[in-house]
């Protein structure tokens, strides 16, 4: 009778697990859309400048980057039900910090709790993910809490301006609070807690590791936000480069280091994760791109320019019930090589389109855009993950994450420095022309990923399937 009970209760756990990791992907996602249409309410109510809330997305990327690596090793430690309780406890109280706040101070310092709980959610829900499910379920299962994840960016902005105008902006982040507490009830019940042999936490790999990765962070900040100070940009890449040469020699002398390089000797994740780095450089800025396209070139106003991205969001939400029967028809090789064509050819034809281009013709391009782009990071995340064993999981999963969260901010940040060269730099382009060519450029970073997929055998994710 009791085994019986035990048995039903593992089922249980195996069926809602996705759920609690779903809810921390919806959660991370949302808060990373929802406060950017909220800033300029904020700036008002604290009588700051908008440009002066840049240090409240500075601050919480800059977090992310310093407490990523050390997830998996906490995981590992202190078990996976732990240590994401922790986590989404620490989002939480940093979400009602944030709520509290009277200043621009208080606000960042509330950011820095919430960035460090975010750090760990949905690495800490994914690796557990990893440790229970067979490989031959992955690819449904992170389909599933990918899923979650697009509804998040899709609901953000228009959830954020509707409680400012309506509410107030601290209600962005109140609703994190009865979210956050049904992802802790739910992992209380229901997920594992997995623990694994560790060694001595590597300090030392963790401050040459994150402060590289800060460094890093920051030039790529500075770019994105157009401000271009060489001798400072210089210096900071400069500063990462040395501090990741202590790092790679230190790794060389460590028996367990806090991110094992020696990973990318298995040729899936290696492939996957250079892939997916590339792919981004050229999609990335699509979301900055397209609606400063329309609003500064095209004279469109920003809540039709705002408009014109849902529909890539629907798209990208639409197809993923689809997804696992299209990448077992045509195996992970050719999806990722045709799929990033695809997408290259969309940013090619974006580069086209004129002011007097019809409303219709830009919903198009945006559901092919929505669909092509929801197939490639569905299949990249997961051929990244599919060569990993018990072992190698919890490494493999912390280098996914960084490289995805280093991917955003590269995406934004080549997206403007290129407009930037082609609009006022050395092209001199008039607005219509510069978008055109930028559209282009990120196109040939895009197609070019291909190549590295290609890499791929026929074979290579049938275990995944």
């Known amino acids: 009778m009791q ?45 700051y400048s908008a440009t002066e809330m840049d240090s409240v997305i500075v601050t919480y990327t800059l977090t992310l980057a310093m407490f990523i690596p050390l997830s998996g090793w906490l995981a590992d430690k202190f ?12 989002f939480i109280m940093g979400s009602l910090f944030c709520a509290l706040s009277v200043d621009l101070n208080t606000l960042n310092m509330a950011r820095v709790l919430q960035a460090v709980g975010a750090s760990m959610m949905v690495p800490i829900a994914r690796l557990a993910i990893l440790y229970q499910y067979p490989k031959s379920e992955l690819l449904k299962t992170m389909n599933f809490i990918t899923l979650f994840g697009l509804l998040g960016m899709v609901a953000g902005p228009s959830l954020g301006g509707f ?22 009830s739910m992992a209380y019940r229901i997920m594992p807690n997995f623990k694994h042999a560790v060694g001595r936490f590597d300090f030392r790999g963790l401050v040459y590791f994150s402060l590289a990765l800060i460094s890093i962070t920051l030039v790529l900040e ?28 230190h790794y060389k002398r460590t028996e367990k280091p806090i991110i094992d390089l020696h990973l990318l000797n298995i040729r899936t ?24 396209m329309l609003q500064t070139s095209f004279g469109y106003s920003a809540s039709v320019s705002g408009l014109l991205l849902l529909p890539s969001a629907l798209s990208n939400v639409a197809v993923k019930p689809f997804m696992v029967s299209i990448i077992k028809f045509f195996g992970y090789r050719t999806v990722l090589i045709s799929n ?30 929505g669909i092509f782009t929801s197939i490639q990071m569905s299949a990249m995340n997961t051929i990244t993950l599919s060569d990993l064993d018990q072992d190698t999981a919890s490494g493999g999963n912390t280098m996914l994450v960084i490289m995805q969260q280093l991917s955003v901010s ?40 291909s190549f590295t997929f290609s890499k ?10």
């Open 340 to 369: 990033t064509i695809l997408l290259g050819i969309v940013l090619i034809v974006l580069g086209f389109v004129t002011k007097e281009t019809p409303i219709g013709y830009y919903i198009l391009l945006m559901v092919f855009y």
């Open 269 to 292: 994740l290696k492939i996957g994760l250079a892939g997916s780095l590339i792919t981004r450089l050229g999609i990335g800025g699509l979301p900055l791109l397209l609606p400063l």
């Open 456 to 465: 791929l055998s026929k074979t290579d994710g049938e275990g995944y399937m």
């Open 79 to 90: 078990g996976t039900r732990t240590m994401f309780m922790i986590a989404v406890f620490l």
């Open 410 to 449: 590269f995406g934004v940040s080549v997206a403007s420095l290129a407009l930037s060269l082609f609009q006022e730099g050395i092209f001199n382009l008039d607005a219509s022309k510069a978008f055109q060519y930028t559209f282009i450029a990120l196109a040939v970073f895009t197609i070019f990923s």
């Open 222 to 249: 500075l770019i994105g936000s157009g401000r271009t100070h060489m001798i400072v940009i210089l210096s900071l890449l400069f500063l990462s480069g040395l501090l990741s040469l202590f790092y790679y020699i």
């Open 163 to 184: 409680l400012s105008d309506n509410f107030s902006w601290h209600w962005i982040f109140l609703i994190n609070i009865p979210v956050g507490l049904i992802g802790i």
């Open 3 to 47: 085994d019986n009970k035990e048995e039903k209760k593992e089922q249980k756990a195996v069926f809602m697990l996705p759920w609690v990791t779903a809810i921390a992907m919806f959660m991370q996602s949302l808060d990373g859309t929802i406060l950017n249409t909220s800033l300029p309410s904020i700036a008002k109510n604290m009588g």
